[in-house]
């Protein structure tokens, strides 16, 4: 199956960046938007797993995820994929607030798939949330400078998901496991 692990805006949070992100789809209906209730951060891309290996990752990234605190994120500021919009492919929304904290967990969760044996990216991480995507590289500059006044109100992420992604299927994602963030840990 084809997972990946995640933190989630709150409703609130996500109507907030819907309110801004609406009148651009109008403005590029040719783009694919992400639907506003699947969009995520994305912590880790695990891609294609064998179901047996999901018990030792629940319990490997669960530990992982218990060591590390809540964070407090707002979702503000754009960018794209790769980062030359004149020739991009992804639009998306920045996130702010504990953003090493963020990187710290992404990097402990990357050690646990690796742990579990799968080959996970080695590419820097940066925090986003998809908005649109195009199939060919295009001009995304406009609208990446549209949303650059994007803020949202704050929010603290207080557990992470390991989530089934069906390509073409309803629903899009399917929770397969929840980890609690610790309040009382401390980084590393
Ligand atoms: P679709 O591929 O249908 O456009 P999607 O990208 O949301 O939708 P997946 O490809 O299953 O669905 O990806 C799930 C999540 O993992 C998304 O947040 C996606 O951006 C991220 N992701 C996918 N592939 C990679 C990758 N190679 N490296 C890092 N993140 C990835
Ligand atoms: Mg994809």
């Known amino acids: 199956m084809r997972l990946f692990v995640a933190v989630d805006p709150p409703t609130t949070v996500a109507a907030e960046i819907e309110d801004h992100v609406s009148p651009l789809r109008a403005r590029s209906p040719a783009l694919r938007w992400t639907l506003p209730e699947d969009r995520h951060l994305t912590l880790v891309f695990l891609g294609e797993v064998p179901e047996s290996r999901v018990p030792e990752i629940d319990r490997r990234m669960g530990a992982e995820v218990a060591r590390h605190p809540p964070l407090s994120l707002e979702v503000r500021g754009s960018g794209t994929f790769p980062e030359n919009s004149a ?69 603290t992420a207080t557990e992470v998901r390991l989530v089934r992604s069906r390509i073409g299927g309803t629903p899009r994602y399917e929770t397969i496991a929840t980890w609690e963030l610790a309040p009382r840990a401390t980084d590393g």
Do not use: M
């Open 87 to 155: 020739r991009a492919r992804v639009l998306w929304a920045a996130v702010e607030g504990d953003r090493h904290r963020l990187t710290l967990l992404s990097y402990g969760l990357r050690g646990a798939a690796r742990n579990s044996g799968i080959d996970v990216t080695r590419r820097p991480y940066v925090p986003h949330l998809t908005l649109a995507r195009s199939k060919r590289p295009c001009d995304l500059g406009e609208l990446r400078d549209r949303l650059d006044g994007l803020r949202s109100s704050g929010f």
